[in-house]
């Protein structure tokens, strides 16, 4: 309980709460932000000093020793402490948020009273107090339970509405990824219809990550809002997505890898903060929304089907069984970041492709979960998926797939790599043929129309292994063409 408050002068007042600023340990973070080092209880905190955690710390131990302070007294202690810290000799600090690496070890904050976190070695895991490393917590972050051992994979996907275990198995690999801090990350994209338990799984991957008050976010409107929004939390979730523009589509992209991004400290100033962007992200809704091939290459794709009437359960009582499981699925998770630091270093890719990190972990840690090769599967499945979602909403490129199988089908003795060459006006009589014969519809009416739209088809061509190429022949009239072939 505090102290009766006591009168004081203003001068006095201040020089007091200084004494009190003055007990913590300031640094810089590597984002150039003033913190302090505070402990309370035996645990160390921390916080950020342009922030409402400083004042409110200064406030309350203030109140602890009767003292009474002012707005002005505040904000005059929080300036000459930030500049403290901005120049102090200590080296810059790297402060995390929810997970942590040093020495080749992994840290998991659980972010409870006792500021207690996971321990994850090759060897095994353990919950400590005290971390070797700097956390910060941020509001809305949620407290994670202590892991249990003795789970099985059933605990997690008796719960979910998943149609396959290489579902299952990338989603586990996606979880495990996620409880270490270094990139790139994929990105997850969960679709479906109405009734398929979409925001169900989505609420339940972040519960088992990085649970916090706002699981589910509206898609961002602008690139600053989508930025605004990684920088808060370790996993962000945003549900019921349609269709994501082309450059927030680009931004989503250079997330995944790690990208930066220049804000305003403050509406009122002009200096830039960067920003330094690397999170995993899960979007949903009923259309799959990913049509870009960039931000394809980085991505995870689930289809849910409709939940059948006799299976459905109310909320509460999902949520009540994901609570008495949620210790042991984490723990099994906890074995799985165990396998992947004790194998990576032993898995060879046969192919490299841009999420090669993701790759390796997920091979290092999947026998803890499943048999071997059972993600590897999964992953190639899991990228076909997408092709096959951007043919059926590409006409043109279906009827050309289908060309080229019927050119090399016809064909007496195959030479060389070209499966079709011709003017633009005989590709699209051709076209029109498959139109007519094999009901492929929503062809271009001309030869103008068509140019522009192969121009938008030719990554799906390509990840079809098909490569089709602008011509022009020698005569005078020098006839547009295009020649169709294998990659």
């Given at each position: 309980?505090?102290?009766?408050?006591?009168?004081?002068?203003?001068?006095?007042?201040?020089?007091?709460?200084?004494?009190?600023?003055?007990?913590?340990?300031?640094?810089?973070?590597?984002?150039?932000?003033?913190?302090?080092?505070?402990?309370?209880?035996?645990?160390?905190?921390?916080?950020?000093?342009?922030?409402?955690?400083?004042?409110?710390?200064?406030?309350?131990?203030?109140?602890?020793?009767?003292?009474?302070?002012?707005?002005?007294?505040?904000?005059?202690?929080?300036?000459?402490?930030?500049?403290?810290?901005?120049?102090?000799?200590?080296?810059?600090?790297?402060?995390?948020?929810?997970?942590?690496?040093?020495?080749?070890?992994?840290?998991?904050?659980?972010?409870?009273?006792?500021?207690?976190?996971?321990?994850?070695?090759?060897?095994?895991?353990?919950?400590?107090?005290?971390?070797?490393v700097r956390f910060q917590r941020l509001d809305g972050m949620g407290e994670m339970p202590h892991p249990k051992t003795g789970g099985?994979?059933?605990?997690?996907?008796?719960?979910?509405?998943?149609?396959?275990?290489?579902?299952?198995?990338?989603?586990?690999?996606?979880?495990?990824?996620?409880?270490?801090?270094?990139?790139?990350?994929?990105?997850?994209?969960?679709?479906?219809?109405?009734?398929?338990?979409?925001?169900?799984?989505?609420?339940?991957?972040?519960?088992?990550?990085?649970?916090?008050?706002?699981?589910?976010?509206?898609?961002?409107?602008?690139?600053?809002?989508?930025?605004?929004?990684?920088?808060?939390?370790?996993?962000?979730?945003?549900?019921?997505?349609?269709?994501?523009?082309?450059?927030?589509?680009?931004?989503?992209?250079?997330?995944?890898?790690?990208?930066?991004?220049?804000?305003?400290?403050?509406?009122?100033?002009?200096?830039?903060?960067?920003?330094?962007?690397?999170?995993?992200?899960?979007?949903?809704?009923?259309?799959?929304?990913v049509d870009q091939p960039d931000l394809a290459d980085r991505a995870i794709f689930i289809h849910l089907d409709a939940i059948k009437?006799?299976?459905?359960?109310?909320?509460?009582?999902?949520?009540?069984?994901?609570?008495?499981?949620?210790?042991?699925?984490?723990?099994?998770?906890?074995?799985?970041?165990?396998?992947?630091?004790?194998?990576?270093?032993?898995?060879?890719?046969?192919?490299?492709?841009?999420?090669?990190?993701?790759?390796?972990?997920?091979?290092?840690?999947?026998?803890?979960?499943?048999?071997?090769?059972?993600?590897?599967?999964?992953?190639?499945?899991?990228?076909?998926?997408?092709?096959?979602?951007?043919?059926?909403?590409?006409?043109?490129?279906?009827?050309?797939?289908?060309?080229?199988?019927?050119?090399?089908?016809?064909?007496?003795?195959?030479?060389?790599?070209?499966?079709?060459?011709?003017?633009?006006?005989?590709l699209l009589n051709e076209l029109e043929y498959l139109n007519e014969n094999y009901g492929v519809s929503n062809f271009p009416k001309?030869?103008?129309?068509?140019?522009?739209?192969?121009?938008?088809?030719?990554?799906?061509?390509?990840?079809?292994?098909?490569?089709?190429?602008?011509?022009?022949?020698?005569?005078?009239?020098?006839?547009?063409?295009?020649?169709?072939?294998?990659?």
């Open positions: 309980m505090p102290k009766s408050l006591k009168k004081s002068t203003p001068a006095n007042s201040l020089k007091q709460l200084y004494k009190i600023a003055e007990s913590g340990v300031y640094f810089t973070s590597t984002r150039d932000e003033p913190f302090v080092e505070i402990t309370r209880k035996g645990h160390k905190r921390n916080i950020p000093v342009n922030g409402k955690q400083f004042s409110d710390w200064l406030r309350n131990e203030a109140l602890n020793v009767g003292l009474i302070v002012t707005g002005s007294n505040v904000r005059d202690v929080t300036e000459t402490m930030a500049a403290k810290a901005s120049f102090s000799d200590m080296p810059r600090q790297i402060v995390f948020r929810r997970v942590a690496s040093k020495d080749g070890n992994i840290f998991y904050d659980l972010c409870n009273d006792q500021y207690e976190a996971v321990e994850i070695r090759p060897d095994g895991w353990n919950i400590i107090s005290n971390p070797p099985t994979i059933s605990d997690l996907t008796d719960l979910l509405n998943l149609p396959s275990q290489g579902d299952a198995a990338l989603l586990t690999a996606f979880c495990v990824h996620c409880l270490q801090p270094n990139g790139p990350f994929p990105l997850v994209v969960i679709n479906g219809s109405k009734g398929s338990s979409k925001s169900t799984l989505t609420r339940t991957l972040v519960g088992l990550i990085d649970p916090n008050t706002d699981p589910l976010k509206q898609f961002p409107r602008s690139q600053q809002d989508l930025a605004i929004a990684l920088d808060e939390r370790l996993l962000v979730a945003f549900d019921n997505v349609s269709t994501i523009n082309h450059s927030t589509s680009d931004m989503m992209a250079r997330i995944s890898t790690g990208a930066s991004f220049s804000a305003r400290k403050l509406f009122t100033d002009k200096e830039l903060i960067k920003i330094n962007l690397n999170n995993p992200i899960i979007i949903n809704g009923i259309p799959q929304s009437p006799t299976k459905r359960i109310r909320a509460e009582e999902y949520w009540e069984k994901f609570s008495e499981v949620q210790p042991y699925i984490f723990g099994l998770l906890m074995d799985g970041v165990t396998a992947m630091l004790a194998n990576r270093q032993q898995v060879e890719l046969a192919e490299i492709d841009r999420m090669a990190d993701f790759h390796v972990n997920a091979v290092a840690s999947e026998t803890a979960f499943w048999p071997v090769g059972t993600f590897e599967l999964a992953y190639q499945s899991t990228k076909q998926r997408w092709h096959d979602s951007q043919i059926s909403k590409a006409p043109l490129a279906e009827a050309i797939i289908k060309l080229f199988k019927m050119r090399k089908e016809k064909a007496e003795k195959w030479t060389g790599w070209t499966a079709w060459t011709g003017t633009v006006k005989d001309n030869e103008e129309q068509l140019g522009k739209i192969i121009v938008k088809i030719k990554p799906i061509l390509h990840d079809n292994g098909i490569g089709i190429e602008s011509t022009r022949d020698s005569t005078v009239r020098r006839t547009r063409g295009y020649r169709i072939y294998i990659l």
